[in-house]
């Protein structure tokens, strides 16, 4: 199973513009499951990201379906570093 590195992300922005940017290129298009604006949502990499929100550390809860998205990546498994691409309604990333 492949993993997203650092580097994966790093290209996304490089490639596609500023992180600000290329967030909206991944979310679906549209109202359906993003709350409004959804700012520059166009799904154009194909990626469809869908507000799935996340669960809430302590509590255990789902919170902030239809409005955010996270996906965290391993940068280096013994120092256990982590990055985090979050998506949300409001704006692009």
Do not use: Q, V
Not at 4 to 16: A, Q, R
Not at 33 to 54: D, I
């Amino acid at each position: 199973m492949a993993h997203s590195t650092e580097m994966d992300w790093t290209n996304l922005k490089s490639n596609y513009g500023s992180y600000t940017t290329c967030g909206g290129f991944m979310k679906e298009k549209g109202t359906t499951h993003w709350a409004e604006p959804n700012y520059l949502g166009s799904n154009t990499y194909g990626f469809t990201a869908l507000p799935s929100g996340f669960r809430h550390y302590s509590e255990g809860d789902f919170i902030s379906l239809g409005t955010s998205a996270e996906w965290w990546t391993r940068i280096h498994a013994k120092l256990c570093l982590f990055l985090l691409c979050w998506l949300k309604w409001s704006r692009s990333l």
